[in-house]
C-alpha cells in the first residue's frame, strides 16, 4: 500500500496565483498588472489576461459574503472560516470542482457591463442543464453545472447592459453542495463525472508529487524552497493552444503571462533532467516563430506574437548546457534541428544588425538585451554592447561544437573562426584596460555606465584572459548586497529600489554570472553569488526581481525564470555538497 502523496507546501494566492499543469485559467485575486481584487476570481490566459469569474463564498443565512481565510497548497484552494468552508480542485486542465459545507458560494461575472464587444453574457442551457457565462475577451465559455444542493437565486441571466450575473448555491438538508466549473469552447457533452471529491484531490497532488520528484529529486533541508519552486514551474505550464504550438511554461500566470524569447532558455534548463522532452519544448517554442531573417520573435502568447524587438542570442550558452544535462543526448535530427535554428538566430546578427564596416552587432533599444531601462542605454539607444559580443561568441563556439558531432568540419572551423574575430573585435574596440565601454552604433561615441549590464561578458568564462576576467570580478564584487546582485550599483546617482533593470536583483543575470563566474575560476564569487541568490527566494519567493537592499519581491510575485533559476542552483549547491 502506497502512502498518500503530501499536500505539499503552503503558499499564499495572493502571490502565487492556485493552478494545475496544462490549465489556462488560475485561481487568483490577481486581475490585472499590479491589481488584487477582494475576491478571488477565475482568471483566463486565452487572448490575454481575463479575470472572467468572480469566487464569493457566503453566509447561508444572509446570502452576504462571508469572512474566509484562503488556505493553498498544491492539490486544493480552501475557504475557510468557524462555521464552515469550501474546497476547490482542478479535476483536468479545464475543469474545477468546488463543494462548500456551511457556507455557500456565489459565482458572478467577473465584468458589470455587457456591450456588443465586450463583457460576459450569463444564461441557463437547457440542452446541459448548466449555467453558462460567455466571454467576449477570452472567446470562451465557462460552464457551471450543479452536481449536490440547489440554486439559491440567480441574477442577469439572459440580461444585457449593466448588473450583476450569475448565480448563489446553497446546501441541501445535509448542508453540503457541489459543482463543476468548465472553461470550454462552444459545445461538449453535459457534465459528467464518476470521481469523488477527494479522490480528484489525491490525483492533483499525486501529479505535482511526481513532478517534484522528478525535477528536484536532489531536494533536502538545505533547499527548503524546492517544491514550491517547482510548483510555480507546474502551475504556470500551459497545454498548447492558439498561437502557443507547444506545451509551454509561462512567464507567470499572473500578467507576464507570455513566453519571451530568452526567459524560456532558464525553464528549459530546469526541467532538463527530469522533464527533458517538456524541456525541449521550452527551448524551441520561440523558435517555432522564427521569422524569414531568422529573427526570434519577442514573445509569444496564446494570441500574439510580437516582432518589434528581439531578445539578446543566449540561445548558444543554453543549447550547450541544455544538451550536457539531457539524460539521453539528442539524436542526429534534433541536432541538426537545433543547428539550423542557431544557425538562422546567428545570422541574423551578423548581418541585419551589424552596421557596414562593422566587426560587432548592436541593438536598437534596450528592450533587445532584455534589459529595457538598463542605464547603458541612456545616453544612446542604438548601440554596440559588450554583453551582445560575448553571447554572440559563445553561440558561435556552440555552432563549431554542433557542426563538428554533425561530421560539417568546414562549417566548425568557419564557426570557430568566426568565434574569434567577435571576440577579439570585442576586446580591442570596447575593452579599456579596465572595463567595458558601449558605442553608439551611428555616433561612435562611447561611455560607461555603473550597469551590471557592462560586467555581463563574463559570461565568456574560459574564453576570457585571465586579467579580463579577473577584473570583471573585481568590478562584480562592487555589486553584491546582502540579497545578491544589483543590476544598477546602490551608490549610482541613477539607482531605484524598483527601478526595474537600474537596481533591482534579477534571476536570469544571477545565473549568468554565476556561471561564466565559475568557467572563468573564480570559485568563492560564484559560490557568494550562489548563496546569496538562494538565501533571497528562500526567504522571499519567486518574484520578477527583488529589492536589491531590502530583498522584497517586485512586480510579478509568481515568476518561473526565478523558480528555474533557484532550482539550477540549489541543485548544483546540491550535487558539489555531495562530492
Known sequence: MTAAPSSGPAFSVHDIPFSTFGSWFGISPVVAEK?????????????????????????????????????????????????????????????????????????????????????????????????????YE?????????????????AGAQALGGGDRGLALTGAADGGWEIAVEEI?????????????????????????????????????????????????WSATVRPAGLVSRPAVLMSKHWMDKVWSWDHCFNALALSRGCPELAMDQFALPFDHQDGGGALPDSVTHSEVLHNFVKPPIHGWASGRLRRRLPTPPSRAELAGTYDRLERWTHFWLTARRAPGAALPHYQHGNDSGWDNATTFDPERVVVTADLAAFLVLQLHELAALATELDMPDEASRWTRTAREIQSAL?????????????????????????????????????????VGSALADHIKAHLTPYGLATELPTSPHYLDDGYWRGPVWAPATVLIEDGLRRAGHHRLADDISARFRALCETHGFAENFDALTGTGLRDRAYTWTAASYLLLAEAHAHRGSH
Do not use: K
Not at 138 to 154: D, E, K, N, Q
Not at 199 to 216: M, S
Not at 428 to 451: H, K, N, P, Q, Y
Open 35 to 135: 491589481t488584487y481584487a477582494e475576491d478571488l476570481h477565475l482568471v483566463s490566459h486565452q487572448n490575454g489576461m481575463h479575470a472572467v469569474l468572480r469566487l464569493v463564498p457566503l453566509d447561508p443565512a444572509t446570502g452576504e459574503r462571508a469572512g474566509a481565510r484562503v488556505e493553498t497548497t498544491p492539490g486544493l484552494l480552501s475557504w475557510v472560516c468557524p462555521a464552515g468552508r469550501v474546497d476547490l480542485a482542478y479535476e483536468s486542465p479545464d475543469t474545477v470542482r468546488l463543494r462548500g459545507s456551511g457556507l455557500d458560494i456565489g459565482v458572478f461575472a467577473g465584468a458589470q457591463v455587457l456591450t456588443p464587444f465586450s463583457g460576459t453574457y450569463f444564461f441557463h442551457d437547457p440542452a446541459a442543464d448548466a449555467h453558462v457565462f460567455t466571454s
Open 138 to 154: 477570452t472567446g470562451r465559455r465557462y460552464r457551471v453545472t450543479i452536481l449536490s444542493g440547489r440554486i439559491a437565486h440567480t
Open 185 to 233: 469552447d462552444t459545445a461538449r457533452p453535459p457534465y459528467a463525472s464518476s470521481a469523488a471529491f477527494g479522490e480528484i484531490v489525491a490525483a492533483a497532488r499525486g501529479a505535482f508529487a511526481d513532478f517534484v520528484e522528478a525535477v528536484a529529486p536532489w531536494r533536502s533541508s538545505a533547499t527548503p524552497a524546492a517544491e514550491l519552486a517547482a510548483y510555480v514551474l
Open 427 to 467: 576586446l580591442d574596440e570596447l575593452w579599456t584596460g579596465e572595463r567595458f565601454v558601449a558605442r553608439g552604433a551611428a555616433t561612435g561615441d562611447t561611455w560607461s555606465s555603473s550597469s551590471l549590464l557592462d560586467l555581463m561578458p563574463i559570461v565568456l568564462g574560459e574564453h576570457l584572459p585571465g586579467e
